[in-house]
Antibody, heavy 117, light 110 residues
Framework: QLVQSGAEVKRAGDSVTVSCTGSGYTFASYYIHWVRQAPGQGLEWMAMINPSNGDARYAQKLQGRVAVARDAAPNTVHIEMTSLRSEDTAMYYC????????????WGQGTLVTVSS | QSALTQPASVSGSPGQSITIPCGGTRSDIGKFNLVSWYQKNPGKAPKLMIF???KWPSGVSHRFSGSKSGNTASLTISGLQPEDEGDYYC??????????FGSGTTVTVL
């Protein structure tokens, strides 16, 4: 399963870090993606990381404001978003995909990030 | 990368079939046979329903089927049931390890 860190409340301009911990499988063998859903909006793919080597890719619109990396904790990756805006208020999900397969087979429970202005 | 285009809502009566189109471009849907579909209900994580255009994950009813023609993918739900209500999102691989989701479609069973 994928277990995410708890809800966060931040102010505009702050940074936030959300973590995702995998269990029950070889964590390094699967990519982790980050997808968010703002209230009343659709799903948005944000970024992905290969936990085996830390290689990451980002959605163009978020480049420079988002970073995904392996965490010091075992079997954990995190996403950090800086310069938060009210429109970053959303449920953030991590999801797993197998290398070479282009779909998200398993998802975390979601982490609500609220940004107040 | 703009979101793939889906109708905001589709409805049908129990037992009917409905189809949800998902419009993309030559750079995503038209280029790759890597379209997946997800069901999203309030308070729950998305659930994979279809992958690689027309394949079923284990445990997903074959009442759900996928197809693709040109730059447009489609999800068809046959024998519509009340439990099929929810939001449905298409997703396409867009190259260079990036993905794009559709705008989402709310399915209502009348």
């Amino acid at each position: 399963q994928l277990v995410q860190s708890g809800a966060e409340v931040k102010r505009a301009g702050d940074s936030v870090t959300v973590s995702c911990t995998g269990s029950g499988y070889t964590f390094a063998s699967y990519y982790i993606h980050w997808v968010r859903q703002a209230p009343g909006q659709g799903l948005e793919w944000m970024a992905m990381i290969n936990p085996s080597n830390g290689d990451a890719r980002y959605a163009q619109k978020l480049q420079g404001r988002v970073a995904v990396a392996r965490d010091a904790a075992p079997n954990t990756v995190h996403i950090e978003m800086t310069s938060l805006r009210s429109e970053d208020t959303a449920m953030y999900y991590c999801a797993r995909s197998h290398p070479g397969l282009y779909y998200f087979e398993f998802w975390g429970q979601g982490t609500l990030v609220t940004v107040s202005s | 990368q703009s979101a793939l285009t889906q109708p905001a809502s589709v409805s049908g009566s129990p037992g009917q079939s409905i189809t949800i189109p998902c419009g993309g471009t030559r750079s995503d849907i038209g280029k790759f046979n890597l379209v997946s579909w997800y069901q999203k209900n309030p308070g729950k994580a998305p659930k994979l329903m279809i992958f690689e255009v027309d394949k079923w994950p284990s445990g997903v009813s074959h009442r759900f089927s996928g197809s693709k023609s040109g730059n447009t993918a489609s999800l068809t739900i046959s024998g519509l049931q009340p439990e099929d209500e929810g939001d449905y999102y298409c997703c396409s691989y867009a190259g260079r390890d990036t993905f794009v989701f559709g705008s989402g479609t709310t399915v209502t069973v009348l």
